[in-house]
């Protein structure tokens, strides 16, 4: 298993690291799989094409890297102003997602499978707040799929990096914003050495799923119960990462603020108002390099008008007024 993270990195690294270790214990070592970090067999943005190759048997990632493959890969990562996780876990399982993933994804000879989701993620790492829409213009900040061309359509440079180089493109000025994940990653990486300003939430990232891509072949080549093994596995481990993100960012962002002098911001309206807008018309547009794009996207957003609506009246709402009686 190749992967898009670094060796020993907490929450994305970890994951792929239980989800290889889980797959060889449940098969009782019949099947053995061999995880390895970004760099250690291919770079990370290669993951993709050694397991299409059949140089690896699977890559563990996130399929918005693999946009300039087909503009639609990010749908079942996440899309700005896109589905929550357990709105992208509900798309994929039981709104024909998963469906239209195998039809994707087949056509590069790979079988893919959600495999880990880290929730709604922070908006990311400024010089400074951002308080206008004319501050965008200025930025240089590595944000990749959608979202990037978001930031593209609003004057500022984008930047597609894998994790393990933020930190040192930050410090040698080569971007001059960022984000990541959120408070637990991001202060593993270290980015609050060199960004204080924080601004919240991820317009770009809502619920990032992560993904098991595996090479075709070697899928069909397997046994059903295999098959199957490998599918429990995943599903086992994405329920597993959520957990681990939900249970360490709020002390990671606690001692962020108290101890290393990070600010938090929240978007201005009239920002998030353009960023909505403009999020709207690039994940419109993706739908457009062909017919299988344009399913893909009519698929998403009608899944994602029906089930936000339960959303608003089942978790935001009671999340909102719990709030006012834990703050009263």
């Known amino acids: 298993m190749v992967t898009t993270w670094p060796r020993g990195f907490a929450g994305l690294g970890s994951a792929a690291e239980r989800l290889a270790a889980r797959i060889t214990t449940i098969s009782g070592g019949r099947l053995t799989v061999k995880m390895l970090a970004a760099g250690e067999l291919v770079p990370a943005f290669e993951s993709f094409d050694a397991v299409a190759r059949g140089d690896a048997e699977m890559y563990h990632g996130a399929e918005y890297y693999w946009d300039k493959k087909h503009p639609c890969f ?50 990311g790492w400024f010089q400074s707040p951002i308080k206008s829409l004319d501050q965008i213009k200025a930025l ?44 637990w990653n991001d202060m593993e990486f270290g980015l609050h050495q060199v960004l204080k300003d924080y601004m919240f939430p991820g317009f770009h990232e809502p619920g990032t799923g992560l993904s098991l891509g595996i090479n075709r072949k070697f899928w069909d080549s397997l046994t059903r119960e295999d098959q199957e093994l490998i599918r429990a596995a995943a599903c086992a481990e994405n329920d597993i990462a959520m957990a681990e993100f939900n249970a360490r960012n709020g002390a990671a962002l606690a001692k962020l603020v108290s101890e290393h002098g990070v600010k938090l911001h929240l978007f201005p309206r009239e920002v998030w108002i353009e960023l909505a807008k403009v999020s709207a018309a690039v994940v419109a547009k993706a739908g457009d390099v062909d017919g299988l794009g344009r399913r893909i996207v009519d698929s998403y957003r009608r899944f994602q008008k029906e089930v936000s609506e339960w959303q608003q009246i089942s978790d935001i709402s009671y999340t909102a007024y719990k709030a006012i009686v834990q703050r009263s």
Not at 169 to 182: C, P
């Open 74 to 123: 990010p749908f079942f990562a996440t899309v700005p102003m896109g589905m929550t996780a357990a709105e992208l876990e509900a798309w994929i399982h039981f709104g024909g997602g998963q469906e239209l993933w195998d039809e994707l994804a087949g056509q590069f000879g790979l079988k893919c499978l959600l495999a880990a989701n880290t929730g709604v993620q922070m908006g």
């Open 140 to 183: 240089k900040m590595r944000i990749p799929g959608l979202g990037g061309e978001v930031i593209r359509r609003l004057g500022g440079q984008a930047v597609n990096l894998p994790g393990g180089q933020i930190l040192a493109a930050l410090k040698s000025g080569e971007i001059n914003a960022t984000e990541w994940i959120g408070p």
